[in-house]
């Protein structure tokens, strides 16, 4: 057998036939589905009948309607008992797959064996007009039915529309369409494109100050109270109260996400622990969040007083609700200030605030034409055959699209094109394609998981403006036999600024909301909101039609990215090892220098010593200087593609079996044996942490490498514009370095009255250079 062939993980450039052309004008940017190929369809839209034949025998009619267009045939449902049915249904059939001269449209009678021949319409090909958008829809007509020799019936007329167009047609996206024939019933709703929007995420903070006058069954003991807080399926406990006492104090704050519209109620139960693992509820409070204050700005909120209640169960099973004089002191405030991270902070799609006026100005706009993939690997089998049922999914910011599924095809063609909102360029485009495994009356919400193919991230700010990209992007999966190709997919971007000013401006601005500076929240409690932000969001968009399913939703927001990981540890360490190889290469660069390797050298590096000893204030304009030439030097190496997955850089190509079983173990572990299980968890809950700081290192380490590398070109040009401008400047102003110096500390040891909450500019500058993060597996 010939060796098999190693399988090209690289990036490929591709010239699909799309319309790169722009839109004149300023009001319109881009052209509408210029970036997929235009793709032609045979719509044919039944919107009603009238006055059709009742069956002589059951004295009833049951119709429906039957579109034949060569080997390809749809159905609308049939109407029970209605001789005046209406449909509304849109049927998509692929121009280039029409081998036929006419269009048959039959009406037919529901039958148990046999379905009864009501009347027919034939339609020729060639007289069927052609929509293009914007134009206003077709007006329907009506047709009278013919028998099947091809005579007037008299009686019975079908009212329908048809036409030909392109995927930019409106009614497209609900359309059935002819390449998912072999599905039917209820799960062709499972098919079709849909967009869909994540809720509005909130912040919701209690702060329990204290408790009063609370009523326990033992007077002559001291009470163990602590406040269990519970919303939704969140459940969160105070500490017990150092106070043994029936006024307890605690201020201590606990914090949930809410989503918009505010159902669940906020429940506060004081609990007392009475020992030997017993409990007594002391009363609870519910608080529904629509009476809640709502803040956006850091100012303190009111406390206020809590009546408690206790529910008592009497014998009869009736429910009663006491009242008494115990009360709890808290702050509840729902803090629209921060941005609620769904998403890694490195690798996110949105870093705005909940509250909207506190949003930026848009800077410009995000296209993404999906146009298909190709080279699929099967992921599952039908009817003895290995097939796959392609889904796209993207996500940047609330907006998440989908596309509709490719039934049975491993090149699927989607031709879909979709746009969102700009606000910040360090954001990152998600992309994932999924099997669809709910196609044959699988339960929609239970059943098989939709597994995953593939998934990518593309950072903005490496892209530049006003260029269409068009690659073929490798999709790369792990699995726990080792990392594989899963096939490509190719996608045309667009980023699109119409203001250059306002797009270096957002460099310039704080990346976070104000309060995340001001007050802001430790790791643990960031990691925790997260995880209840993900949960919410899986819960919202699975109960969507079509649902986007609890597996789709975590892998596109990389809920299990915190999991311990011995192959992205050892990623992260080379990551800053190599973030920080400059300065062992500049050490080595300076012993060589110490040991007279090369004279000529030597005699360079004394001579420009003795300059800068003498001429001090010559040391900054040369540094930046050199600065801004090895970043002039540099453009020639920019990276002219966008970055994607490397498995070089993840490990993923190096990894033994043993580390790919711990990477992929369950937690808690599936090994046997209790002792082993506790020490493996805790060393992976401990190491996990470990891995993110590394990670979080080495992606300080290669922003500084970002400065002059024109990843991000717009971050470069600052940078070097800074660097001319500083040189011009200290040069003609002859600053001694000395001065420069104590301004320098003075600045950086300033009063604290005189400084600024939020980070200054070269900070908010620095954190939008774009780092490797977005190429890790």
Not at 183 to 194: C, H, L
Not at 566 to 581: D, E, H, I, S, V
Request: charged residues 25%.
């Amino acid at each position: 057998m010939p060796p098999e062939e190693e399988p090209d993980f690289s990036l490929k450039e591709t010239k699909p036939n799309i319309g790169g052309g722009r839109v004149s004008g300023g009001a319109k940017l881009t052209s509408s589905f210029d970036l997929v190929e235009e793709t032609h369809f045979l719509f044919v839209r039944v919107v009603k009948a009238r006055d059709l034949p009742w069956n002589n025998a059951r004295r009833t009619c049951d119709p429906f309607v039957e579109i034949k267009i060569g080997n390809y045939r749809g159905t609308t449902k049939f109407m029970e008992k209605k001789p005046n049915p209406e449909w509304n249904r849109v049927f998509a059939f692929r121009k280039e797959r029409i081998q036929t001269l006419s269009v048959d449209i039959t009406v037919r009678q529901k039958e148990s064996v046999n379905d009864e021949f009501i009347g027919a319409i034939s339609i020729s090909v060639s007289d069927i007009p052609t929509r293009v958008p914007p134009d206003s829809p077709l007006a329907p007509q009506w047709y009278k039915l013919e028998d099947k020799n091809g005579v007037n019936m008299g009686r019975g007329e079908l009212m329908l529309v048809i036409w030909f167009g392109t995927q930019a047609d409106e009614v497209f996206p609900d359309a059935w369409h002819s390449d998912v024939a072999t599905v039917s019933g209820e799960s062709i709703i499972n098919t079709r494109s849909k967009v869909y929007l994540s809720p509005r995420l909130w912040y919701l903070r209690v702060n329990i100050i204290q408790g009063q006058d609370l009523v326990t069954p033992d007077k002559n003991r001291n009470p163990e109270v602590y406040v269990k807080a519970s919303f939704g399926n969140v459940n969160l406990r105070s500490r017990v109260s150092q106070d043994k006492s029936v006024n307890p104090r605690w201020n201590e704050d606990l914090m949930f996400v809410a989503a918009e519209p505010f159902d669940d109620p906020l429940i506060l139960t004081v609990v007392d622990k009475l020992g030997n693992n017993k409990e007594e509820s002391l009363g609870r409070c519910v608080i529904h969040l629509s009476k809640v204050y709502k803040r956006w700005l850091p100012e303190p909120v009111a406390a206020k007083w809590f009546n408690l209640e206790k529910v008592l169960v009497e014998k009869s099973g009736e429910v009663k609700e006491l009242k008494f004089a115990s009360k709890l002191h808290m702050r509840i405030s729902l803090d629209g200030g921060y941005h609620v991270f769904d998403e890694s902070i490195h690798c996110s799609s949105d870093y705005r605030a909940t509250y909207k006026a506190l949003w930026t100005p848009t800077i410009g706009v995000l296209e993404l034409g999906i146009i298909g993939a190709s080279g699929l690997a099967p992921m599952k089998s039908r009817d003895g055959h290995k097939t796959t049922d392609a889904y796209c999914v993207a996500k940047y910011g609330p907006k998440w699209v989908r596309t509709r599924t490719a039934v049975d095809s491993f090149s699927p063609k989607w031709n879909e094109q979709y746009t969102w909102d700009v606000y910040d360029p360090y954001t990152v485009l998600m992309i994932g394609i999924f099997d669809n495994c709910h196609l044959h009356g699988e339960d929609m919400l239970g059943g098989p998981k939709d597994p995953t193919i593939g998934k990518l991230r593309i950072r903005l700010s490496t892209l530049s403006t006003n260029r269409i990209y068009t690659y073929s992007f490798p999709l790369i999966a792990l699995q726990p036999s080792g990392v594989k190709k899963m096939g490509e997919i190719q996608l045309a971007m667009r980023f699109t600024c119409p203001s250059y000013t306002n797009l270096l401006a957002a460099y310039t601005r704080t990346l976070f909301p104000k309060m995340h500076y001001t007050h802001p929240m430790s790791v643990y409690q960031l990691d925790s909101l997260r995880q209840q932000a993900t949960l919410v969001l899986c819960s919202r968009l699975s109960r969507t039609e079509p649902p986007l399913r609890k597996e789709v939703v975590e892998c596109m927001l990389d809920a299990g990215g915190q999991m311990w990981s011995l192959r992205r540890g050892k990623a992260n360490l080379q990551r800053l090892m190599a973030a920080f190889n400059v300065f062992v290469e500049a050490w080595k660069w300076f012993d060589q220098i110490r040991k007279w390797k090369n004279p000529a050298a030597n005699v360079l590096v004394l001579l420009s010593y003795l300059i800068m000893l003498f001429c001090p204030n010559l040391i900054l304009p040369t540094l930046l200087s050199y600065c801004f030439l090895i970043g002039i030097w540099q453009y020639g190496k920019r990276p002219r593609n966008p970055p994607h997955m490397d498995i070089k850089l993840s490990l993923a190509d190096s990894t033994n079996a043993d580390e790919l079983d711990e990477e992929f173990d369950t937690f808690p572990s599936s090994r046997q044996g209790d002792a082993l299980r506790m020490r493996y968890d805790r060393l992976r809950s401990i190491a996990g942490r470990v891995m993110i700081m590394v990670g979080d290192l080495a992606t300080q380490g290669e922003r500084f490498h970002s400065l002059l590398s024109w990843q991000d070109p717009r971050a470069t040009a600052i940078f070097l514009a800074f660097c001319l401008i500083g040189a011009i400047f200290f040069y003609l102003s002859m600053i001694s370095l000395k001065y420069f110096l104590l301004f320098a500390g003075l600045y950086v040891m300033r009063p604290p009255r005189f400084g600024l909450d939020v980070p200054c500019v070269p900070q908010n500058v620095f954190r939008r250079l774009p780092t490797r993060t977005d190429c890790m597996l």
